[in-house]
């Protein structure tokens, strides 16, 4: 699945760039410029982002628990889903309608 247009980034792509992350420190911050930066990428409209936060989140879930390291895993993707709901997502970024670029 294609994760990044403007870049042309397949869902597969970050999954292994994540999981080579964490493969040299596992309990590394991992965010979607780190990402970007680890593949020699950059991101350009960063509307990808919040899908790669997603991703970031449920493949180190996984990695974690594939460990099984000791304590609880604690589970961010609801988290992450109900602060979209809560505080919504703002498509138009601060614009007015009658804003022109030009």
């Known amino acids: 699945m294609l994760i990044c ?3 042309v980034i397949t869902a ?3 999954e292994e760039t994540i999981i080579d992350l964490l493969d040299a420190d596992p309990w590394v911050l991992i965010v979607p ?13 960063c509307g990808c982002f919040p899908n790669v936060v997603e ?3 449920r493949v180190t879930e996984t ?3 594939r460990l099984q390291a ?3 895993v604690v589970s961010h993707l609801d988290r992450v889903r109900a602060l979209r709901v809560q ?5 138009h970024e601060g614009r007015t309608t ?3 670029a030009a």
């Open 5 to 7: 247009h403007c870049n």
């Open 98 to 100: 009658s804003h022109r």
């Open 63 to 65: 990695y974690h628990a």
């Open 55 to 57: 991703t970031i989140i």
């Open 33 to 45: 410029a780190k990402v970007y930066h680890a593949m020699h990428k950059r991101g350009r409209c």
């Open 70 to 72: 000791p304590g609880d």
């Open 12 to 14: 597969k792509e970050i």
């Open 87 to 91: 505080f919504g997502s703002r498509p």
